[in-house]
């Protein structure tokens, strides 16, 4: 089992930044961020791979937002800046043992956060 703390969230003016943060409990092959706007479908934002660093990005927040790891802590970092709107979700870091693809798709993580609040005002 692991646990998953995340922190950060907040409201913030279009344009602005803010950084996420999740701490797991222990290793993990891979760590995720997803969102969830209300009436809408959890999308995958980004990907990072515990040993390697590889990362991979939703085409919406490519150039915006840049996932970073701290492997003695466990703990992964989401930069967002530039914030749009459309921005504005639930945000829940994700990790798992499974090596499937799509990175995307919820299922493939076995741990889930419990979300933080990321409001973008226009």
């Known amino acids: 089992q692991v646990q998953l703390v995340e922190s950060g969230g907040g409201s913030v003016q279009a344009g602005g930044s803010l950084r996420l943060s999740c701490a797991a409990s222990?290793?993990?092959?891979?760590m995720a961020w997803f969102r969830q706007a209300p009436g809408k479908e959890r999308e995958g934002v980004v990907l990072?791979?515990?040993?390697?660093?590889?990362?991979a990005y939703a085409d919406s927040v490519k150039g915006r937002f840049t996932i970073s790891r701290d492997n003695t802590k466990n703990t992964v970092y989401l930069q967002m800046n530039s914030l749009k709107p459309e921005d504005t979700a639930m945000y829940y870091c994700?990790?798992?043992?499974?090596?499937?693809?799509?990175?995307?798709?919820?299922?493939?993580?076995?741990?889930w956060g419990q979300g933080t609040q990321v409001t973008v005002a226009s």
């Open positions: 994700a990790a798992g043992m499974d090596p499937r693809s799509p990175w995307t798709r919820a299922s493939f993580y076995a741990y």
């Open positions: 222990r290793y993990t092959y891979r």
């Open positions: 990072i791979y515990t040993d390697s660093g590889n990362t």
